[in-house]
C-alpha cells in the first residue's frame, strides 16, 4: 500500500507538470493579437462598466472636502437609516440561517413527494421584481385588506413602518443560504449522519458535530450574499416604507438625498458606506471561493 | 447467541427486497452475506443495525438474546462500516475514532485521558499509530477502512457489521485487508457480519456463509458445505463455475445424452432426496474440476461426448472449451500433466465422464438457456 503511494509520487517527482501543462497551453491557445483583443476589452470593459463608476461614487463624495463628508454621514437622518438598515439586516440573516439550514438539510439529504415545487417556491424571490414584492405587502397588510383592517383594529402597525422593511427584507433575501446549501448537502449524502448515529450520538450532536461543519464554508458564502442583499435591498423597501426619515433604509436615504438636489456630495458620501459593504462582501466572497475548493479538492482524493 | 432476525419482509414500492428472511449468528462468530446486487443482502445488514425498519408484521431482532427491534439506531450498540467508510471528513483521525465515545452521555462517557488511552490502543491495533493528527482525505483506502473500523469499534458494540467492506479498495490492498481483519477477528471474538458479492473473500473470510438470492437466504452453512454441497441450483451456480446440462431421471438411472449413471451415485439439493424427485427432466450440474477425460465411454457412468474447441492455459491449470455433440458449451478445468498424456487440443473427441453430479428437478433450476453460469 505505501509502496505503491511512493511509487506513483517517484513517477510524480520524475514527470514534470508544469511544463507539461505549459506545453498544451502553448499548443492550444490563439494567436498573440486575438489574445491581446479579447483579454484588452474584457478589461476595457470591466474598467468602463464597474471601476470607474466605483471611483467616481468616492470622488465625488470628497467633492466638498473632508468636512464635508463627514457632515453628511453624521446627520440624523443618515444614523437613522444606518439603524435602519442593521435592524433589517440583523433580523433578516440570522432568519436565513435558521430557516436556509432546515429547508437545505430536508431537500439535500431527503427524497420526499413534492421536493420540485419547494424548490421552486424558495426561488420565487429570485423571480419577482422586488417593485412587485413590496406592492404585495402593501395589498396584504393595507387598510383595504381583511388582514390590514384587523390589524388596524387591534393598532398594530406593520406597513410605513420598521416590520414591513424587516418583512421585504426577509422576503428578498429568502433563497440565498438555502440555495448555497441544497448542492453542498446534496453532494455529501446522509451516511456521515448515519455513521454518527450509529455510533450513539443524537439528533443534536449530529448536527452540531457532523452536519453543520461540513457545510459552515457554504453556510458562511450564503450569508455574505444574504448579508449584501440585505443592505442592498431598495426596490421593495421603497414601496413600503413610502420614503419617511423614520424608515429610510440606507439605499433609500441615498435616493431621498440625491433626490432633494441641494445636497451636493452627501448622497455620494452616504454611498461610500455601502460601496465599501460591497468591496468587503466581494474580498470575503473570494476568499470563501477559495476555500470551499480547496475543501472539496480535500473530498476528491 | 450473538445476534438473530427471524422473519424479516422489506419492500421499497413494489420491489420485495427482503421476503421472510431468518438468520441466527453465534456469539463471536463471523458470518458473511453473500448474494449478487438487488439480493437484499445490504438491506438485512441495515435493518440488523436499525438503519432500516423492516415492513408491519416482520419478526423481532435479538442482540445476545434482547430484543432491539424497538430500539433505535443509537441505543443499539452496533458497529458499522459503510461501504464508502462515511468517516467524518473535517475530523481527524483521532477525533473519528473517539467521536463515538465522546457523544455518550455524560455519566457514562470515559474521561479525556481515558478515550485518548483508548483511541491509542486501537490505532496501534490498526497499524496507523503516527496518523492521529492527519484528516480523512489524507489516507489511502485501506487506511481509510481501518480508521472506519477503528471507530466502529471503539463503542465496544454488541455487533460488527460490515457492508461490502473490501468493495472500494483495489485488489492487492484487498487481499492483505482480508487477511488482516481474519486475524483481528480471531483475536477479539466479535459477533460480526459482513456483506460481499465477492464468494472468494465470502468463503475465505467466514465462518459461515449465507447466500441470498431475491430478497430470500437460500442457504447457509460452512463455506465448505456451501461451495461442495449446495442445495440450490443458484447456490450452484454462484459460487464458482458450473456446467449445466438438461437429463433424465428414469427407473434409477441418470441419462446425459446416451449414456447413464446410477441415480444414487448423485448428489441433490436439501429438499428432496433422490427417491423423490419424479422421473422425467432433471438439470444436471457439473464443476469445471469434477471431470474424467476418457478416450472411451465408462459402463454405468454418464458419458457425455464432447469436442475440444479451445485449450488455454491460466496458470497451474488448463481451460478447456469444448462442445458437446448436442451443441451444448462445456467447460473443463483440468492440470498440464493431463492435458500433455491425452494431447488435448482443439478438434480433439473425448468422453467427459463427471466425478461429482448434482441433480434438481428440471421446475426448480431456473434459466436454462443459460448452459454455463458463471461465465
Excluded at chain 2, 159 to 186: C, I, N, Q, S, Y
Excluded at chain 2, 296 to 306: L, T, V
Aim: charged share 20%; proline share 4%; net charge neutral.
Amino acid at each position: 500500500m505505501t509502496n505503491s503511494s511512493q511509487q506513483s509520487a517517484a513517477i510524480g517527482d520524475r514527470f514534470d507538470y508544469r511544463a507539461h501543462r505549459y506545453a498544451v497551453m502553448r499548443a492550444t491557445t490563439e494567436s498573440g493579437w486575438a489574445r491581446f483583443a479579447l483579454i484588452g476589452s474584457s478589461c476595457a470593459f470591466m474598467a468602463l462598466f464597474l471601476l470607474v463608476p466605483l471611483v467616481c461614487v468616492f470622488f465625488e463624495a470628497f467633492a466638498e472636502g473632508f468636512v464635508g463628508f463627514c457632515k453628511a454621514l453624521t446627520t440624523k437622518a443618515t444614523g437613522n437609516a444606518i439603524r435602519m438598515t442593521l435592524i433589517a439586516t440583523f433580523i433578516a440573516v440570522p432568519l436565513n440561517i435558521v430557516f436556509g439550514m432546515i429547508a437545505s438539510w430536508c431537500i439535500g439529504k431527503f427524497q420526499f413527494l413534492g421536493k420540485g415545487i419547494l424548490i421552486s417556491l424558495i426561488d420565487i424571490p429570485f423571480a419577482i421584481s422586488p417593485i412587485i414584492v413590496g406592492l404585495l405587502f402593501v395589498f396584504l397588510f393595507g387598510s383595504s385588506s381583511i388582514l390590514g383592517k384587523w390589524l388596524f383594529e387591534h393598532n398594530i402597525r406593520i406597513l410605513y413602518a420598521t416590520p414591513s422593511i424587516v418583512l421585504v427584507t426577509i422576503f428578498v433575501t429568502f433563497p440565498f443560504v438555502v440555495r448555497e446549501l441544497i448542492p453542498v448537502m446534496e453532494s455529501q449524502g446522509a451516511e456521515e449522519e448515519q455513521a454518527a448515529r450509529v455510533l450513539g450520538a443524537n439528533g443534536w450532536q449530529i448536527f452540531w458535530r457532523v452536519t453543520l461543519p461540513n457545510v459552515k464554508w457554504a453556510l458562511l458564502y450564503g450569508v455574505v450574499l444574504c448579508n449584501a442583499r440585505a443592505m442592498g435591498e431598495f426596490g421593495a423597501a421603497v414601496v413600503v416604507a413610502r420614503n419617511s426619515i423614520k424608515t429610510n433604509t440606507l439605499p433609500l436615504h441615498i435616493n431621498a438625498l440625491y433626490q432633494s438636489y441641494e445636497s451636493g456630495a452627501a448622497p455620494f458620501a452616504v454611498a461610500t458606506l455601502l460601496a465599501t459593504i460591497a468591496i468587503v462582501t466581494l474580498i470575503v466572497k473570494t476568499l470563501l471561493e477559495i476555500k470551499i475548493r480547496s475543501s472539496e479538492k480535500k473530498d476528491d482524493d | 447467541m450473538g445476534v438473530e432476525v427471524r422473519n424479516i419482509t422489506k419492500s421499497f414500492g413494489d420491489f420485495k427486497a427482503l421476503d421472510d428472511v431468518s438468520l441466527r449468528v453465534e456469539a463471536g462468530e463471523l458470518v458473511a452475506l453473500l448474494g449478487p446486487s438487488g439480493s437484499g443482502k445490504t438491506t438485512l445488514l441495515r435493518i440488523i443495525a436499525g438503519l432500516e425498519t423492516p415492513d408491519a408484521g416482520s419478526g423481532p431482532v435479538f442482540f445476545r438474546g434482547v430484543r432491539v427491534d424497538k430500539q433505535k439506531v443509537n441505543e443499539r450498540g452496533v458497529g458499522f462500516v459503510f461501504q464508502h467508510y462515511a468517516l467524518f471528513r473535517h475530523m481527524t483521525v483521532f477525533d473519528n475514532i473517539a467521536f463515538g465515545m465522546t457523544v455518550k452521555p455524560r455519566k457514562e462517557r470515559l474521561s479525556k485521558i481515558e478515550i485518548r488511552e483508548k483511541v491509542r490502543a486501537l490505532l496501534h491495533m490498526i497499524q496507523l499509530d503516527n496518523y492521529a493528527e492527519r484528516y480523512p482525505s489524507q489516507l489511502s483506502g485501506g487506511q481509510r477502512q481501518r480508521v472506519a473500523l477503528a471507530r466502529a469499534l471503539a463503542v465496544e458494540p454488541h455487533a460488527l457489521l460490515l457492508d461490502e467492506p473490501f468493495g472500494a479498495l483495489d485488489a492487492k490492498v484487498r487481499v492483505e485487508l482480508r487477511t488482516w481483519l481474519r486475524r483481528l477477528h480471531d483475536e477479539i471474538h466479535l459477533t460480526s457480519v459482513f456483506v460481499t458479492h465477492d464468494q472468494d473473500e465470502a468463503l475465505e473470510l467466514a465462518d459461515r456463509v449465507a447466500v441470498m438470492n431475491s430478497g430470500k437466504i437460500e442457504q447457509v452453512g460452512t463455506p465448505d458445505e456451501v461451495f461442495h454441497h449446495p442445495k440450490t441450483p443458484f447456490v450452484m451456480k454462484f459460487l464458482g463455475q458450473v456446467n449445466q446440462f438438461r437429463g433424465r431421471l428414469e427407473s434409477g438411472r441418470v441419462w446425459v445424452g446416451a449414456h447413464s449413471g446410477l441415480a444414487s451415485q448423485c448428489e441433490t439439493g436439501d429438499k428432496e432426496s433422490i427417491t423423490s424427485i419424479n422421473a422425467g427432466s432433471v438439470m444436471v450440474f457439473v464443476r469445471p474440476h469434477d471431470f474424467d477425460i476418457a478416450i472411451q465411454p465408462r459402463q454405468e457412468r454418464c458419458s457425455i461426448p464432447a469436442t475440444v474447441v479451445r485449450v488455454r492455459s491460466a496458470g497451474n491449470v488448463v481451460h478447456v472449451e469444448m462442445v458437446t455433440d448436442t451443441g451444448d458449451p462445456l467447460n473443463v478445468e483440468t492440470s498440464h500433466q493431463e492435458r500433455d498424456e491425452l494431447k488435448i487440443e482443439p478438434g480433439s473427441h473425448y468422453f467427459m465422464i463427471p466425478r461429482n453430479l448434482r441433480i434438481f428437478p428440471a421446475d426448480t433450476a431456473g434459466d436454462y438457456s443459460n448452459q454455463v453460469a458463471g461465465l
